[in-house]
């Protein structure tokens, strides 16, 4: 073992150790029965780690000969360093001081924790009662945290609050549901107190910090940047990326069109979706149902592309699909590093029961599973051969290489006839491409007050708000739900540019298949391209651009 990597492997236990909430998530084992302190000191203490880390990194690569560091050092220590140094930065501009966002922030987070361990009649429950008697502290630390930053003037604005004090309050409900299937009473008299801490802090957010948030959501163009930094892992042109992100839009819509019209010639995009939309074939009522016809399609696709445009591993030839007991969105876990836990699509549904049309689900299968997350970060799980433990498990760290690899997944999978029925096609595009496309124009615009372009139809010469960005996303993104449009919105705003990182992620991974197809010619092959580039693991795209391209 390298120093190096002995170096990677330590940061993760102890980063694990500071982080459990992360650590579940990364599919670290050994913290279960423990949650991450997300108040001052547990900030401080991960803060610490990780310039302690760094100063060791340092004096690692100075006294190494340079004719000594192999490809795979190199890859190692660039991304080690990327990830310190900008968590590092986060920390030193207090970017994460307010705590809350809607899909990151540490209420989600905890609850995600115990969703995790939530396995029906295999719950453990030792380990979730554990879990649940923490919650109350850990609750406690994350209001320590917000009283920290308003005694700074740091308080978050005023939706994300909002949205937190909802959190708390949903909460109660899956937690009492978890409880009466647990085995003994100390489970519920751990989700009683658990559930008393949530109504407390919401009535904190709602009574304290709710009258001095701010109205203005707009975090500006230096935060903005450094949420770059932390999701993609580059430096952008805010301007070039914003005027790509109209371009793309319009080209995609374009696609939209043509195949409207090939499903019901002379019939509008909308016509066809609301067509489709209505149409038996396309539709599915129950839970249950609907999870076994996920399940269809991602055993479907592992079958279908195995050894002919991927070789995939034995342990990955399966995928669990789930249904989340709360209404939490679609989202993937990769398996654990010791496969106890299985890679896992969440998927979810209204509590009465979904009676969902099926025709926009394969592309989105395609970006979750295989080829998309399921593969990627499965891959990256097994390759203890050239990626070191940091590597094989900090994909959640590097969004702009996993969900522009999620993204790319669902393209590929259009170039390679997938899409058997024109309305796959049209639903790949319409709730893949046209909404990602949407996010480059909404996150970038939104959180600069950038001004509307001239030819757009849209507002034109008006600086972007959220009101304008609800308006537009409901155009745009291929769906009639106020929730969905109002929660998307929300998301954007707490999280500066992690709503662009599948579109610009894409676009990186297309661009260097492309620059590698040139440089190589007739002997360029696509299966090989791809595994080479699974094998380099998780990384920020400058240096996924780099190692693709130039090495």
Known sequence: MSTLTALADRYVDDLAALDPCMAATMGIAGQEARLTDYGPDGDAARTELRRRTLAELDEIAAARPPGEVTAADRIAEAMLRERLETEIALAESRARATLLDTTEGPINLLRQAIELLDQ????????????????????????????????????????????????????????????????????????????????????????????????????????YALGVRDYLGTRLDLEETYAWGWEELARIEAEMAAIAGEIRPGASVAEVTAALDADPAY????????????????????????????????????????IPPTESGIYYYAPAEDLSRPGTVWWSVPESGPDAATWTVPGVMFHEGVPGHHLQLGVTTLNTSRLN????????????????????????????????????????????????????????????????????????????????????????????????????????LGRPAQAIAYKVGERVWLAARDAVRRREGSAFDLKEFHRDALDLGPMGLDLLRRELVEA
Do not use: K
């Open 120 to 223: 029906g009649a295999e719950t453990p429950w030792e380990v979730m009662h554990s879990r649940l008697l923490g919650l109350p502290d850990a609750l406690t630390q994350v209001r320590a945290g917000l009283e920290v930053a308003r005694g700074d003037g740091l308080v978050a604005a005023r939706r994300q609050v909002r949205r937190n004090v909802q959190a708390c309050m949903n909460a109660p409900a899956y937690l009492s549901g978890l409880a009466d299937g647990a085995p003994d009473e100390r489970v519920r008299d751990a989700v009683a107190h658990a559930n008393q801490a949530l109504t407390d802090l919401a009535g904190y957010l709602g009574d304290v910090l709710m009258p001095i948030a701010p109205e203005r959501d707009a975090l500006g163009r230096d935060r």
């Open 283 to 322: 539709r599915i009522s129950g839970a249950e149902e609907f999870r076994a016809y996920l399940q269809e399609l991602a055993d479907q696709a592992i079958a279908d592309l195995d050894g002919v445009h991927f070789d995939i591993p034995e342990a990955l030839r399966r995928i669990d699909c789930r």
């Open 389 to 492: 433990r940091f590597q094989r498990l900090s994909s959640e760290l590097h969004p702009g290489h996993a969900e522009g690899w999620g993204l790319y997944a669902e393209r590929l999978m259009d170039e390679l006839g997938f899409y058997r029925e024109p309305a796959h096609r049209l639903g790949m595009l319409a709730n893949g491409q046209q909404l990602r496309a949407a996010r480059v124009v909404l996150d970038i615009g939104l959180h600069l007050e950038l001004p509307i372009p001239a030819g757009t139809g849209f507002h034109e010469g008006e600086r972007w708000n959220a009101e304008l960005g609800r308006e537009f996303l409901a155009l745009h993104c291929g769906r009639d739900s106020a929730a969905f449009v109002n929660y998307e919105i929300d998301r954007y």
